[in-house]
């Protein structure tokens, strides 16, 4: 059986994506959907524009991340 999709981080579980930008940066993403639902759902309407995207780091953990280039508000 297959795990469903986040709507925002794809196959990699809400609990391990740290926001790495804004009021809610070092708060995981499932925490964002508990504590703030609307820009909860303003992530998920930014994510194909290339708004934000996910990278790993040296201390293994995953961040969320602004494109320096986009325009989007945080």
């Known amino acids: 059986m297959s795990s469903p999709n986040s709507p925002i981080t794809g ?30 759902d303003k ?7 290339g708004s934000f995207a996910i990278r790993r780091h040296r201390d293994k953990t995953f961040r969320l991340y602004i494109n320096p280039l986009s325009s989007m508000d945080h």
């Open 11 to 40: 196959v990699i579980d809400e609990e391990i994506v740290i926001i790495d930008f804004g009021k809610y940066e070092g708060k995981s993403v499932h925490e964002i959907a508990e504590l703030d639902p609307v820009f909860y």
């Open 43 to 49: 992530l998920k309407s930014q994510k194909e524009s």
